[in-house]
């Protein structure tokens, strides 16, 4: 019955008491949540320890979720929150934020050009089924700075709107959406320099300096 | 359109937010440039490669410190099921 019964459904009964309803809940997005986890922190131990501050912070304020948003979304929140302090710990850092307004050279005209553009010899399908081609991957996503790493975790594997990815990090949607930009425009250049195909390689174009 | 501009869009476009006077320019950019053309197919490429990732699993000894950990809280909380 329970792994029927939608979100809703469930968080209702939750609500009401019934453990059950949570630990299904809990069994539905355990591994999305230590994916993010892991993928933010890299470390296997880190991302156990966010994984059960999130759900024991979810049990915790579970009557304080007003449905605004949905479970999982709300759960990613949770968890990006719990995974921004551990990076904020390691740093020796007081506060958690991705230091919103203090970047000067965040706006479009510093976006980095592609350099090494050539079409790729297999599909994306094809690339993440290899263990050896995963790794590189994985790989790229990890040498990405983790306010780059994040947005795009959240964006574009997780599949937060815009708007939801500004609102878990506290930054506005225009940063939000640069961070991104910079973040897809990082790992299309690392992958392409693993994946293009030099006999389908293309000089970029000569960028003549506006006015 | 220039290639910078394009870059500038490129987000939008992937994403399919630009109105549709923009997106005509976008691509008739694209219809005479190859390396634009190649950045934007290598960036559907790059997404769909994350999107398509498989999950980690749970160790599966921390899944049942997980579940026993939650347990408790519950318990604690909210007192017998």
Known sequence: MNELSSDQELVRRAKAGELEAFETLAGRYERKVYSLARRILRYEQDAEDVTQQTFLSALEHLEGFREESSFSTWLLRVATHAALKVIRKRKGLPTVSLEANSEPQEDYDTVPHPEYIADWRESPEELVSRNETARLIDEALSELDEKHRVIFLLRDVEGLSVKETADALGLSEANVKVRLLRARLQLRERLTRQFGDPARQFEPHQHTEAN | ?81
């Not at chain 2, 399919?16 to 960036?43: M, R, S, T, W, Y």
């Not at chain 2, 790059?46 to 026993?68: A, M, N």
């Open chain 2, 1 to 81: 359109m220039k290639c910078e501009e394009l870059l500038a869009m490129l987000n939008e476009y992937v994403d399919g937010g630009v109105d549709p006077g923009v997106c005509e320019q976008f691509e008739k950019h694209l219809a005479g440039c190859n390396p634009c053309q190649v950045v934007v197919d290598n960036i559907r490429k790059t997404i769909t490669l994350y999107k398509e990732g498989q999950p980690y699993e749970l160790p599966v000894q921390f899944r049942e410190r997980l579940h026993s950990a939650l347990r408790a809280k519950w318990l604690e909380k909210r007192g017998t099921n």
